[in-house]
């Protein structure tokens, strides 16, 4: 089976840095994704880590350690368009099926 | 390029009722998934189309079936809605099965029933 944990709800403030942890079990692990959900809009595409180590991308960084089941979403300089719910998302070899974790919903305040 | 287009955004229906929900890919996308969101359960996998053939399929009951037609929109549909039914019902597609990375997601149809 898969199981996806994460914090369900995070508050940081505006221009600091944030990190959003993902801890998984699953079978036939292929690779990890993040998501970014704002309140009634689709989920888009953050970060994709199949390999141990960190991936940058701009203020937003993703990192992964296989041999732990772990992961975390790094996010610098915090605006206040962040505010949004964060998914983790796992992967198998078995088939194109993603595994979310429930997200985690950051507030970023003033 | 035009996104995910899902139809309609918002729906009411009645307990016992049945629904059907359209999602529209993006243009030469041939894979098409659909998710379950709810609150407390986050994204559930329900089923996963292409090429018109169902290829997996998530835990949940037999009210629950889809399809894919040959220009790749896909439907799904519920019979004999429950209260627990409503959700945020998400698609997503993608050039083909192993196209992770070109996964796209649908601003999705919010269902509540009544």
């Known amino acids: 089976g898969q199981n996806i944990d994460q914090p369900t709800e995070m508050t940081a403030t505006e221009g600091a840095i944030v990190q959003i942890n993902c801890t998984y079990q699953?079978?036939?692990?292929?690779?990890l994704f993040w998501y970014q959900q704002h309140a009634g809009e689709a989920p888009t595409f953050l970060s994709y880590?199949?390999?141990?180590g960190l991936e940058e991308k701009g203020r937003f960084s993703s990192f992964l350690s296989r041999s732990k089941g772990y992961s975390y979403l790094l996010l610098k300089e915090l605006q206040m368009k962040d505010s949004a719910s964060y998914l983790c998302?796992?992967?198998?070899?078995?088939?194109?099926?993603?595994?979310f974790g429930t997200g985690t919903s950051l507030t970023v305040i003033p | 390029k035009a996104g995910v287009t899902q139809t309609p955004r918002y729906l009411i229906k009645t307990r016992g009722q049945q629904v059907t929900l359209s999602c529209s890919p993006i243009?030469?996308?041939?894979?098409v998934s659909w998710y379950q969101q709810t609150p407390g359960q986050g994204l559930q996998f329900l089923f996963e189309?292409?090429?018109?053939?169902?290829?997996n399929k998530g835990n949940f009951p037999g009210r629950f079936s889809g399809r894919q037609f040959s220009n790749s929109r896909s439907e799904m549909n519920v019979s004999t809605l429950e209260l627990g039914d409503s959700a945020l019902y998400l698609c997503?597609?993608?050039?083909?099965?192993?196209?992770?990375?070109?996964?796209?997601f649908g601003s999705g149809t919010r269902l509540t029933v009544v």
């Open positions: 998302a796992v992967t198998s070899n078995t088939g194109n099926q993603f595994y």
């Open positions: 243009s030469g996308h041939r894979s």
């Open positions: 699953t079978s036939g692990f292929n690779g």
């Open positions: 880590n199949v390999l141990d």
């Open positions: 997503a597609s993608s050039l083909n099965p192993r196209d992770l990375y070109g996964y796209t």
């Open positions: 189309y292409f090429s018109e053939t169902q290829r």
